[in-house]
């Protein structure tokens, strides 16, 4: 204490570590709290049955037959989940120019909804809207002859897509396409197919991001895509007011809620469109994020729980209300513990 260089009489004028002091006080003043209500797990179906295949660049995430599918949503379910969202995997015989296999009643998304709601009538059931599964060149939409992906043609058919969905027992379609216009165009086709109650999640401020790759590899689309890209249609990772704009026209054609993806880095995207709008904002932690992660832990060098707890209390920081995540069953596990 002798060679204490302190002024005489110093103290700090606030003290925030008080507070940190002891766990009671730091649980009485937190502001943000995850819970098994904000989680979304995306799931991929494939043909056949009893079929369960590995992804490569997404470890512990499979692809499963709808029967298998039935087993792990009965899962999700009992651990508190509120609602999946279901990615077809469409054999390469089905995918064609014009994408006809996406609003086939008897197609594989279809039947899953279906066979979903049957068993599980309390689970919220999403579909996604948009053509790249379907599509024998990967993109979201139908091309013209300079490879353009045209926006009201693909429109048209996004919408017999949504509305098959909505037939089969889809809770909630979610069209992540980025084309101009499809919200109010789905909103209308729902409405005079007195589909009233069928909730449109918007991927209103979708990025062309770099982050999607373990998910095209999943989808098997990335092969079709070959080095083409989507950023004619998908956002630029450079700006934040073009995503208020699409947002705000979103809202204006009829979401009920809207989403950012990619989601780590874009939570000021999040931010702003909560602070903006006030409506349900989802963010989608998406399949690059899961990858990055998850070689980190298998590696050693990061704590899962740890961060895969910190990333998603994050989403709730920025304004999320729910997120897409392929943790979801894992971290519905964790708050049980
Ligand atoms: C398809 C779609 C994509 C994702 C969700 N829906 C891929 C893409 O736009 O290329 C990505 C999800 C993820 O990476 O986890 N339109």
């Not at 692809?63 to 949503?73: G, N, P, T, Y």
Request: a negative charge; one cysteine or more; glycine letters at 6%.
């Amino acid at each position: 204490m002798e060679n204490m260089s302190l002024p005489k009489d110093f103290f700090p004028s606030t003290r925030l570590r008080r507070m940190r002091y002891q766990a009671f006080s730091r649980r009485l003043m937190r502001e943000n709290h995850l819970s098994v209500d904000d989680l979304i797990c995306p799931m991929f179906v494939i043909e056949g049955h009893n079929q369960k295949q590995k992804i490569s660049s997404m470890p512990g995430v499979c692809r499963l037959s709808i029967d298998l599918l039935l087993q792990e949503a009965d899962q999700l379910l009992n651990l508190g989940i509120p609602a999946i969202a279901l990615f077809p995997i469409i054999n390469p015989a089905q995918k064609s120019l014009d994408a006809g296999e996406a609003f086939n009643p008897e197609g594989l998304a279809q039947r899953a909804v279906r066979a979903l709601k049957q068993s599980f009538p309390e689970l919220g059931v999403i579909t996604d809207i948009a053509l790249d599964p379907f599509t024998s060149h990967g993109q979201d939409g139908l091309l013209n002859a300079q490879g353009y992906v045209i926006n009201d043609e693909t429109v048209a058919v996004l919408c017999k897509q949504a509305l098959s969905h909505a037939e089969a027992g889809a809770d909630i379609v979610a069209p992540s396409d980025m084309m101009d216009g499809r919200i109010g165009a789905i909103r209308h086709t729902l409405e005079n197919n007195r589909h009233i109650n069928t909730r449109i999640l918007a991927y209103s401020a979708k990025y062309a991001s770099s982050f999607y790759g373990p998910f095209r590899d999943a989808v098997g689309s990335a092969g079709n895509l070959g080095t083409g890209n989507k950023y004619s249609y998908q956002m630029d990772p450079a700006n934040s007011d073009e995503a208020m704009r699409e947002i705000a026209l979103d809202l204006q054609e009829g979401a009920d809620m809207i989403m950012v993806k990619p989601g780590m880095p874009y939570l000021d995207i999040i931010r702003r469109a909560k602070d903006e709008f006030g409506v349900p904002t989802f963010a989608y932690q998406v399949s690059g994020e899961y990858a990055m992660l998850k070689a980190a832990a298998q590696n050693g060098w990061l704590d899962e729980k740890q961060v895969v707890m910190e990333s998603l209390l994050a989403f709730k920081r920025a304004g999320s209300d729910a997120i897409l995540t392929y943790f979801a069953k894992s971290a519905a596990q964790w708050l049980k513990q």
